[in-house]
């Protein structure tokens, strides 16, 4: 297992081949908390103002807000923190000009493309500023990223069987669904799955997507829908760990009687992922598009339309998870898949007049196949077996 020392290492690596590429000599990255290529590279989950990363002549340096200093010092895995007052006078750019002007002498700096247009031209006024697309091999995931990343999805498990239970105690009383002598919405559903990833240390971060019915075709329902019998219950857990890292996991269920398009939904959803787990079994160095077209080419085959489309599939087969929900590689674009990768397996298909179905695993691409991170029964009929 990759501890802190070896990350830090693998990071300055990662740098200083990106350095080298560009010709330049120092790489600044000026964000806040909720900038995840930031977090990637100083491990530091810090304040929601920007502060200051720097690398130079070989070392790492943060320049942090002085309130959190102390965390700085303890999340931190470089070389060393360098606390500030939090002024309008004192900006962090000014922090990273004096580190820079410390370090080296150098006039050529490398930036993040998305670093702030106002820090760009601010580090103009005394560097030439490069600007970088580079993920740092963030996409790939060393052993203790996968194992954080397994351990938020276990967690994310553990919602589910919630989920689960509940809808398999519940009963039907004149075509509407009940639990604890109470009509069951999908918000009720949804505090019921937070309760557990709470209790377990895990934040939901406003994830836990549950639609009922028509509102399974819109993928991101946080809404308060009714629970029908005989519907489909579409259930996205996508919270995130203590260090940062997401899970995603998704599942669908129908209390009631499962009609005909449901079924045929259903099948052709597991097949495809099961396609999609095929494709993979030859491991790292197969184009990411490939599986998204064998789970494309199942769904044709159940009558299914894939693409821009209103009823079908209208999104891609999977994505990166890590630091960031939704991240590279895609598997809908011209991308190799590499050892390391964690992404999803999601196909789906819907209908907003009739419901919804997808089936979402998290797996790990390896140099021979893959590994399944998630472990969750795929049916239909929800149980507590």
């Not at 209790?199 to 991101?220: E, F, K, M």
């Amino acid at each position: 297992m990759m501890n802190m020392v070896d990350r830090h290492t693998s990071l300055q690596n990662a740098i200083e081949q990106e350095l080298r590429e560009h010709d330049a000599d120092v790489f600044v990255h000026i964000g806040d908390r909720f900038d995840d290529l930031l977090r990637y590279l100083t491990h530091f989950s810090g304040p929601d103002r920007d502060y200051a990363f720097v690398y130079a002549n070989g070392r790492s340096v943060l320049c942090a807000p002085r309130l959190f200093g102390e965390q700085a010092r303890r999340e931190f895995i470089g070389d060393l923190v360098r606390t500030h007052r939090q002024q309008v006078s004192s900006p962090p750019v000014a922090r990273a000009v004096e580190t820079i002007n410390e370090f080296t002498t150098t006039n050529r700096i490398l930036v993040p493309a998305h670093v702030s247009y106002h820090s760009v031209s601010s580090l103009e006024d005394d560097f030439e500023v490069i600007t970088t697309s580079s993920d740092f091999g963030r996409a790939q995931k060393t052993t203790w990223e996968r194992n954080q990343i397994e351990s938020v999805q276990t967690v994310a498990q553990h919602g589910m069987a919630r989920a689960e239970a509940v809808l398999a105690d519940a009963s039907i009383h004149e075509g509407a669904v009940h639990w604890e002598g109470e009509l069951l919405t999908t918000e009720r559903l949804r505090r019921e799955v937070n309760a557990v990833l709470a209790n377990h240390g895990i934040q939901d971060a406003g994830n836990t997507v549950i639609g009922a019915g028509t509102s399974c075709s819109d993928l991101h329902f946080t809404g308060d829908d009714e629970i029908h019998a005989d519907e489909t219950i579409l259930l996205d857990i996508s919270p995130r760990g203590k260090s940062g890292f997401y899970a995603d996991l998704t599942r669908t269920f129908v209390v009631g009687e499962i009609d005909t398009w449901t079924r045929a939904a259903y099948d052709a959803v597991r097949e495809a992922q099961d396609a999609a787990f095929s494709a993979l079994e030859s491991g790292a160095g197969i184009e990411a598009k490939t599986v998204h077209e064998a789970v494309s080419a199942v769904l044709y085959d159940h009558g299914f339309a894939v693409g821009d489309v209103s009823i079908g599939m209208y999104h891609g087969t999977g994505h990166g998870v890590g630091l960031s929900l939704h991240e590279a590689p895609s598997l809908s674009r011209d991308e190799v898949l590499k050892e390391g990768h964690v992404i999803t397996i999601e196909p789906g298909v819907y209908d907003p007049e009739k419901g919804g179905v997808r089936i979402e695993d998290l797996i790990m691409v390896t140099q021979s196949g893959y590994e399944n991170l998630t472990d969750y029964s795929r049916r239909l009929a929800p149980s507590t077996r």
